[in-house]
Nanobody, 126 residues
């Protein structure tokens, strides 16, 4: 069983930065691909970024490319999302997610992720 706990959300002005962190429990964390997703009010959950189990491969959704960066620290069992140049349209609940074992690449489909955190609110004011 894997448990994921996000932190670092909050209220920030447009143009500002936030760093989200996701702490994972479970001895097999290092074998999972990880991802960040977000869900704005009235909208479907959408992919933000993903990172492979080794951290060697990453992929970011077009709306955040060049502004957000996903990273992971295998030794600390954490994955982070550095968010710069935030825009009001980035306002959403952000979720950390983990695949099961056997996922060796990077994945942007919700269906690839087995474990989810409870989410952390990010609000960007204009």
């Amino acid at each position: 069983q894997v448990q994921l706990v996000e932190s670092g959300g909050g209220l920030v002005q447009a143009g500002g930065s936030l760093r989200l962190s996701c702490a994972a429990s479970g001895r097999t964390f290092s074998t999972y691909a990880m991802g960040w997703f977000r869900q704005a009010p009235g909208k479907e959950r959408e992919f933000v970024a993903t990172i492979s189990w080794s951290g060697g491969s990453t992929y970011h959704a077009d709306p955040v490319k060049g502004r957000f960066t996903i990273s992971r620290d295998i030794a600390k069992n954490t994955v982070s999302l550095q968010m710069n140049s935030l825009k009001p349209e980035d306002t959403a609940v952000y979720y950390c997610a983990a695949t099961g074992t056997g996922y060796s690449g990077i994945y942007y489909s919700i269906s690839a992720y087995r474990y989810w955190g409870q989410g952390t609110q990010v609000t960007v004011s204009s």
